[in-house]
T-cell receptor
């Protein structure tokens, strides 16, 4: 079975500081990995995804994530936080052996201080 | 391109009442998903449709939850009777075809409060 663990339910950074949101996964098959962002009262929006190939994946709004198989991790980073980045971020793994079923982590709320 | 539409956006009901949610996926998307997102948790898949057939409903509490996608386009999710623990946001998502892509597009959700 697949599972996702996001360390830190709340992360607070200053504007302009590095953003690092942690995600570790467990998968019985080579994983497809995703990061989604959720703004208040909105649905989830895809930030980036890893399927195969290059392990450093670039997404929208300056975010990127690196797939590290040896560490079973897919941490999300952004060099410089903006106020508009304040939202909740979800890491997910999909299992192509189970109809591409998604398993989400419990989310990390990012607060950006001025 | 219009996104995934859901209604209502908010619903408050008393326990033991029934409620229904509606979802209209992106035009042309064959796969439709319903998720339950309880406060403080990530979304959990309830049911997955491919056109008008069910692909996976293993996590749907079938004693009280039902869902249909009769014409393979829009879908309804029903809860009858509701319990306090059903308070959550119900998200609908769609994808072009789960056999070809794992990219899902999410609607804004319906926030259900059961009192």
């Amino acid at each position: 079975a697949q599972s996702v663990t996001q360390l830190g339910s709340h992360v607070s950074v200053s504007e302009g500081a590095l953003v690092l949101l942690r995600c570790n996964y467990s998968s019985s098959v080579p994983p497809y990995l995703f990061w989604y962002v959720q703004y208040p009262n909105q649905g989830l929006q895809l930030l980036l995804k890893y399927t195969t190939g290059a392990t450093l994946v670039k997404g929208i709004n300056g975010f990127e994530a690196e797939f590290k198989k040896s560490e079973t991790s897919f941490h999300l980073t952004k060099p410089s936080a903006h106020m508009s980045d304040a939202a909740e971020y979800f890491c997910a793994v999909s299992d192509y052996s189970q109809f591409n079923k998604f398993y989400f982590g419990s989310g990390t709320k990012l607060n950006v201080k001025p | 391109e219009a996104g995934v539409a859901q209604s209502p956006r908010y619903k408050i009901i008393e326990k033991r009442q029934s409620v229904a949610f509606w979802c209209n996926p992106i035009s042309g998307h064959a796969t439709l998903y319903w998720y339950q997102q309880i406060l403080g948790q990530g979304p959990k898949l309830l049911i997955q449709f491919q056109n008008n057939g069910v692909v996976d409903d293993s996590q749907l509490p079938k004693d009280r939850f039902s869902a249909e996608r009769l014409k393979g386009v829009d879908s309804t999710l029903k809860i009858q009777p509701a319990k306090l623990e059903d308070s959550a946001v119900y998200l609908c998502a769609s994808s072009l075809d789960y056999r070809m892509t794992n990219e899902q597009y999410f609607g804004p959700g319906t926030r259900l409060t059961v009192t």
